[in-house]
């Protein structure tokens, strides 16, 4: 019997050892299984809602002709069907190699799934500050490595009715609460990234500023 508990004792150490040193190399082993298994579904969810979705949206816009003012009616018309855990589109950054499904919400249940779209900010098309929130260590870690971008670099959101690319300008450290980041800059179409910093704490907040730069329908 006590050869049997700390063998027990033992395989569980070294599983634990085992599950720390991933976690500090990469991100948490089991939530991460968890996201991309969600991933998985709310991409199949996103590509089979959106060809409907959009194709009824297109005949309600379609005596706009200006783009650049159907792209805003488009996500006008998505961000207040959007509901809290729906997927709403994809974020793709190209230098970093990572790219996933974007979710309607910022609460605990709702980042589990992947980046989450604040709800108090515009969806991409419509003038202001669009704002994503992602974990870094757990859940698939999605911005795990967002203190890499540069300036100058791209990052683009794929939504059902267009695809908007944005250039990183700037990255900036803040505390829990400058809620500022969301607000919306007068003149500016923007994308803000946002997480918890650094890793393995949420005593303040790594910001990536981005100004968007192409809107294709």
Do not use: N
């Amino acid at each position: 019997m006590l050869r049997f508990v700390a063998s027990v004792l033992i395989t569980s150490g070294i599983l634990m050892l085992a599950d720390a040193g991933l976690t500090l190399a990469w991100q948490e082993p089991v939530s991460a299984f968890f996201a991309a298994r969600e991933q998985g579904r709310l991409a199949h969810k996103l590509d089979v809602e959106a060809a409907g979705v959009v194709a009824r949206d297109k005949l309600l816009v379609a005596s706009i002709r200006d783009v650049k003012r159907r792209l805003a009616r488009l996500g006008a018309i998505e961000r207040k069907r959007a509901r809290a855990g729906d997927p709403i589109g994809r974020i793709k950054l190209p230098t970093l190699g990572r790219h996933y499904v974007v979710v309607q919400g910022t609460d605990t249940d709702t980042l589990r799934k992947g980046p989450g779209h604040y709800p108090s900010t515009v969806f991409p098309g419509e003038p202001g500050t669009v704002a994503i929130a992602g974990h870094r260590t757990t859940y698939g870690a999605p911005f795990r490595t967002i203190d890499q971008l540069k300036a100058g670099q791209h990052i683009v959101l794929a939504m059902p009715y267009g695809t908007f690319s944005y250039a990183v300008e700037r990255t900036q450290i803040v505390s829990p609460d400058a809620f500022w980041i969301t607000h919306r800059v007068p003149g500016e179409d923007r994308l803000v990234l946002s997480a918890c910093h650094p890793l393995y704490s949420a005593s303040h907040r790594i910001v990536v500023f981005a100004r968007l730069i192409a809107e294709v329908p």
